[in-house]
């Protein structure tokens, strides 16, 4: 199982951009797909972006355009490149690991909070 440690959330302006980070222990890396989902106060949480091992990309209809997935490999670190934000884009930002291989148990890091305000 890995450890999964986010970062680069904050406070940012409409229209303004971020790239949270999210580095995964170990090195198994590869077994994983790996996604961003997010937690608006009083709501559910949603998945925003996923990306397979070998690159392969789904969004959310909400941020598609304006957000971008990826990952190294190498570097066992997932980004999502947010731009464009706009205020419905606050909430709470979570790393989850999904183990392709039922052998592997899925992750979430600890989150990191992401507000979009003048």
């Known amino acids: 199982q890995v450890q999964l440690v986010e970062s680069g959330g904050g406070l940012v302006q409409p229209g303004g951009s971020l790239r949270l980070s999210c580095a995964a222990s170990?090195?198994?890396?590869?077994?994983?797909?790996m996604e961003w989902y997010r937690q608006a106060p009083g709501k559910q949480r949603d998945l925003v972006a996923s990306?397979?091992?070998?690159?392969?990309?789904n969004y959310a209809d909400s941020v598609k355009g304006r957000f971008t997935i990826s990952r190294d490999n190498y570097k066992n670190t997932v980004y999502l490149q947010m731009g464009s934000l706009k205020p419905e884009d606050t909430a709470v930002y979570y790393c989850?690991?999904?183990?392709?291989?039922?052998?592997?148990?899925?992750?979430w890091g600890q989150g990191t909070q992401v507000t979009v305000s003048s």
């Open positions: 990306v397979t091992s070998d690159g392969s990309t």
């Open positions: 170990g090195n198994i890396f590869r077994l994983y797909t």
């Open positions: 989850h690991a999904q183990p392709i291989v039922r052998t592997l148990r899925d992750s």
